[in-house]
């Protein structure tokens, strides 16, 4: 993994200044956890300056019987809770989240002055654009809450998603409750962003709970704006934790792959997105632009 300057790539009009690097304008890190190690996580984030705090969910006896897709949504709900005294956008990201080298340097992804602000995704899962402002920030979807920006407007909303999934599903059920949260946002007027390119890896291995339930096992990152900061999980053997180079560059081989097939076949920008937008040009040079990268 090659070491360069992880903002040289960006070919849209929002270039990295100090007044909107991330390191400026993040409150807090939260980083979701259940047992999993965090410390290399941690030590990143001090290194980019970025005070991080570790959100580990208890074991209670009404837990018992709980999906582990709603023991997630009330780790994030946590999360949520502490963000909403927040002046700032909170950074919310999972156990399992490997940032790039110089995240703390990489822009906000949405224009701060904006008072109607949702979620904005570092990390992506089957994203979509819908629209392309002047100064380069995308409005769209992601689902996956591995890495993502949460305002205190935001996260008022989102603990409301919690109680709804709550009482329609139910804790016993599983729910896709990352992949409805766009919408729910945008229900009551909050506008979602995506970055332009991923400030991060999702490094865990394969979900059984998303096969169970027809969807995909894995997830990763279709593009990243720089070489990772530390080896991801699934690139490490199991028994003696080496490097398995192999793995990781199959891995993100496949990624590649697979962001450049979704925007060829329509899924990363909806033919009908471009057919009635005012400036479809501007969406295609942030559609295009982002898979314009030389590394994996």
Avoid at 72 to 92: D, F
Avoid at 235 to 256: C, M, P, V, W
Avoid at 283 to 293: D, E, H, M, Y
Wanted: aromatic share 10%; charged share 20%.
């Amino acid at each position: 993994m090659e070491t360069q300057n992880p903002v040289k790539n960006q070919v849209v009009a929002n270039q990295v200044s100090p007044s909107n690097q991330l390191i400026d304008h993040i409150d807090k890190v939260f980083i979701i956890a259940h047992e999993e190690p965090t410390q290399q996580l941690e030590d990143t984030f001090a290194q980019e300056h970025l005070a991080c705090e570790v959100l580990r969910q208890q074991h209670r006896a009404e837990y018992q019987g709980y999906s582990p897709s709603f023991l997630c949504l009330l780790n994030h709900r946590c999360a949520w809770e502490k963000a909403l005294t927040s002046g700032k956008p909170t950074l919310i990201v999972e156990a399992d989240f490997v940032p790039v080298r110089g995240f703390g340097k990489l822009p906000v992804p949405f224009k701060l002055s904006q008072p109607d602000v949702g979620i904005t995704w570092l990390y992506t899962c089957a994203p979509q654009v819908y629209s392309v402002t002047p100064e380069g920030y995308a409005e769209g979807y992601s689902t996956s809450m591995v890495a993502y920006l949460v305002t205190p407007a935001a996260a008022q909303a989102l603990i409301e998603l919690s109680d709804h999934i709550q009482q329609t599903v139910g804790p016993t059920n599983y729910s896709a409750w990352d992949s409805g949260a766009e919408k729910f946002l945008r229900e009551r007027g909050l506008k979602s962003y995506i970055a332009f390119r991923n400030y991060g890896e999702h490094g865990g291995r394969p979900n059984p709970e998303h096969q169970q339930n027809g969807l995909s096992r894995v997830h990763r990152a279709d593009v990243l704006y720089g070489p990772l900061a530390f080896v991801p999980l699934y690139a490490l053997d199991e028994k003696t934790g080496q490097t398995q180079q192999i793995t990781y560059l199959s891995e993100r081989f496949q990624a590649r792959l697979k962001g450049a097939a979704r925007l060829l076949a329509g899924k990363f920008v909806k033919t009908k997105v471009l057919r009635y937008s005012s400036f479809p040009g501007r969406i295609l040079r942030f559609a295009v632009g982002r898979q314009i990268a030389a590394r994996l």
